[in-house]
């Protein structure tokens, strides 16, 4: 990789390639990846299951749930178990929120595809950027990943839940906003749910509806703060990835 671009910035794609191939060369090891696929989700849905406890011992029935999608098991274990709900007829509206820099549901294919660069994967069918996708280094690392998990795709495919994209300075606008009212840096990858959350009150606001709105706290900043300074000093840029890229990407994939 480095060889064809020194200047590579790498992937989640590269990484799990990497780790990949370093299990495979002891047979002592195994490897699990940690998001994408479905049992992670599937697990990942105590998280849900939690959050609607916490709604009804509140008396609350949520009207919007939202979250950040890097590889899909924060938010597929966020919002799975409220699913039901919604195709026996329930009005709730599920948000993935992801980066424009890595626009996996809002400019991909839903095609098959690996889960790693190289190929050493199972094909996946997912939205996918192409599994050769190297993103730009925004701050976000966590949701730079080429491919969504094959469940949520195919949640996505059928229009149960949709998607929406951000540049990563109004997100971090939001994360400041939060930051101040609540008195916790959010995570890059979470200020991108935040940033939905707001909009998505405003918008009640403006329609002068009441919304119960529930989004996925996944994580803090704290181990951010260089990329809040950069963002602060006005340092850093705005990126949309290029839909001519995804459509060369996209020739590279296997057909099946």
């Known amino acids: 990789m480095l060889a064809q ?3 590579s910035y790498g992937s989640l794609g590269i990484a799990i390639s990497e780790a990949v191939e370093d299990a495979a060369k002891d047979e002592r090891a195994k490897y699990s990846l940690g998001s994408v696929l479905n049992h992670v989700l599937l697990h990942q849905t105590i998280v849900g299951l939690e959050t609607k406890k916490q709604l009804e ?3 609350e029935s949520p009207d919007i749930l939202i979250g950040c999608v890097g590889g899909g098991s924060n938010f597929a274990g966020f919002f799975f178990p409220f699913v039901p709900e919604k195709l026996k007829g329930k009005e709730i509206e599920f948000i993935a929120v992801e980066p424009t820099a890595c626009p996996t549901f809002t400019k991909g294919k839903y095609l098959y595809d690996y889960g790693d660069t190289v190929g050493l994967t199972p094909l996946l069918k997912m939205f996918t950027l192409g599994h050769n996708f ?29 998607a929406v994209a951000y540049h990563q300075n109004p997100v971090f606008e939001s994360a400041l906003i939060f930051a101040q009212s609540e008195g916790i840096i959010p995570a890059p990858e979470t200020a991108h749910a935040i940033k939905c959350v707001i909009d998505e009150a405003i918008k009640a606001r403006e329609e002068n509806e009441e919304k ?10 704290y181990f951010d703060l ?18 001519e890229e995804i459509e060369e990407a996209i020739k590279e994939l296997p057909q099946v």
């Not at 993103?135 to 195919?154: C, E, F, M, N, T």
């Open 134 to 162: 190297v993103p730009a280094p925004i701050h976000a690392g966590g949701l730079r990943y080429h491919g969504d998990a094959p469940l949520l795709s195919l949640l996505a495919h059928h229009k149960v839940m949709s």
């Open 5 to 7: 671009d020194p200047d």
């Open 212 to 221: 119960c709105i529930v989004f996925n706290f996944s994580g803090h900043g």
């Open 226 to 243: 260089s990329a809040y300074e950069k963002f602060l000093a006005k340092e850093l840029e705005d990126y949309e990835y290029p839909q």
């Open 57 to 59: 011992i509140a008396g």
